[in-house]
């Protein structure tokens, strides 16, 4: 989509750091809540970008704690959000500002929804923490991540030349960067969801066993999910050649065949078992109540499937299910799958391809985490990619009866996507990612067009 000519509008819920208060700030003769204005179409998870708009209006340091609400208007090409954040430090509110309490909001020139939205937020300050689910929504939390961090480096015996920044925050993750004598140290914190691995643990597991391509935390909190590693380099990102990713694919082929051998080790390291078997029992299970999904409050209604899509996918269980059971009794082993394997989740290391970002880590059939191939529209092209993967696996079956392994795994792939995302969504309050909202419905429609494409 073409974002050029976007702007984004943000009012921002900025909480007192101790008390039950919020900044308003005269406009127009009254009080308001703080806006901003940036001429361009914006994440509102990039710490990076509206953090320092947000600094420019109030004059002090914040961090984000959440988005609060967010619309997208594409005929005026205005995105709205209502951002909650707090100041890093106590500081003393600017010219024409001041913190306001419950008593003051009757004054304040703001939609009435809004007041009663800053109401609901002030009601929660004064009970406890604030935020939704996500433990960094909390007054307080970005301060125990920082001491875990300089902590960490005391203990590594590294210095920062700099103070710890927010670089992402939204509904799964929050990622901050600090700069050392010996550069960048990364810290994330990760949401914890039912299909949700604790990527900490499962990252230091995983950089035991390749330690080539899997990079090794300095610091690991299992229990608060944190860890810490050192800089790897940039991301691949999606625009990469074709030849790049042909030997990301072979790369990652053969870490899975390496991994095979691995599979007790992995599941007592916290991957979750979603072998065949599961995946039937899912698409038994959950498609002939499919429609249910389509009202959840995660699930944007716009995009979602059309009552044929419905009736198709309810039907499809039993046929989906006969096919887990045929591409089972292929020789081809059950290992790790990344989950979400694309090139914005992978570097170029010094020993090879580094795998970053194991959130949806699982161990199930190795062709179902293709989505690097899956999202390929070019046929031509598509063919090429499978073809560098399944070189690497010859080992186990002949090429032709790998491409029938893959055609089986096309539509459970995409099922397989389909429950992750669903998961995701049902477990996560409004306002969500727009693109996380729509992803159900995308991989859903795979299904039906890999299952489309089995019957010509």
């Not at 923490?129 to 991540?145: I, T, Y």
């Not at 590693?229 to 042909?246: I, K, M, Q, S, Y």
């Not at 051998?261 to 007592?268: A, C, S």
Request: with cysteine.
């Amino acid at each position: 989509m073409d974002d050029s000519g976007w702007r984004s509008r943000i009012r921002w819920v900025v909480v007192h750091p101790d008390r039950p208060a919020v900044l308003l700030m005269e406009r127009a003769g009254a009080l308001a809540l703080p806006e901003t204005e940036l001429p361009a179409k914006v994440w509102t998870a990039d710490a990076t970008v509206i953090l320092p708009a947000l600094r420019a209006l109030v004059g002090f340091d914040a961090v984000l704690l959440g988005c609060v609400r967010e619309h997208e208007d594409e005929a005026a090409r205005v995105l709205a959000a209502t951002i909650m954040a707090t100041p890093r430090e106590a500081a003393p509110p600017g010219p024409g500002a001041r913190w306001a309490g419950r008593e003051d909001l009757a004054g304040a020139a703001f939609p009435r929804h809004d007041q009663a939205m800053v109401a609901g937020v002030l009601g929660e300050l004064a009970e406890g923490p604030a935020g939704s689910g996500a433990p960094w929504a909390a007054r307080g939390w970005f301060q125990a991540a920082e001491g875990w961090l300089r902590g960490s480096l005391d203990t590594l015996g590294d210095v920062a030349t700099g103070p710890v920044q927010q670089v992402q925050l939204w509904e799964l993750s929050c990622i901050l960067r600090v700069p050392t004598v010996h550069g960048d140290v990364w810290f994330k914190a990760s949401r914890d969801s039912p299909l949700f691995v604790n990527e900490a643990v499962l990252t230091r597991e995983l950089a035991g066993l390749f330690p080539d391509h899997v990079p090794a935390p300095v610091a690991v909190d299992a229990e608060r999910r944190w860890m810490a590693l050192r800089d790897f380099g940039a991301e691949l990102g999606w625009d990469a050649p074709v030849e790049v990713r042909e030997d990301v694919l072979r790369t990652f082929a053969r870490l899975q065949v390496r991994a095979a051998p691995e599979v007790d080790r992995l599941l007592r390291a916290g991957c979750l078992d979603r072998r065949l078997a599961w995946l039937s029992a899912q698409a038994e299970g959950w498609l002939p109540a499919v429609e249910e999904t389509g009202r959840l409050a995660g699930i944007d209604a716009a995009t979602w499937l059309s009552g044929g899509e419905v009736a198709e996918l309810a039907a499809a269980g039993p046929r989906l299910a006969a096919m887990c059971y045929e591409l089972a009794a292929f020789a081809v082993p059950a290992t790790l799958l990344h989950g979400d394997l694309h090139l914005s989740n992978v570097a170029k290391g010094p020993a090879g391809y580094l795998f970053f970002d194991w959130t949806d880590a699982c161990v199930a059939h190795p062709f179902l985490d293709m989505i690097m191939v899956f999202h390929e529209k070019d046929g031509a092209l598509r063919d090429r990619l499978r073809d560098a993967y399944l070189a690497e696996w010859t080992r186990f079956e002949p090429p032709d009866r790998l491409r029938r392994a893959w055609e089986l795994a096309e539509p459970l792939g995409a099922l397989h996507h389909a429950v992750s995302y669903r998961s995701i969504v049902a477990n996560l309050d409004p306002p969500i990612d727009l693109h996380m909202m729509q992803s159900t419905a995308y991989w859903l429609r795979k299904v039906i067009a890999g299952l489309r494409r089995a019957l010509l």
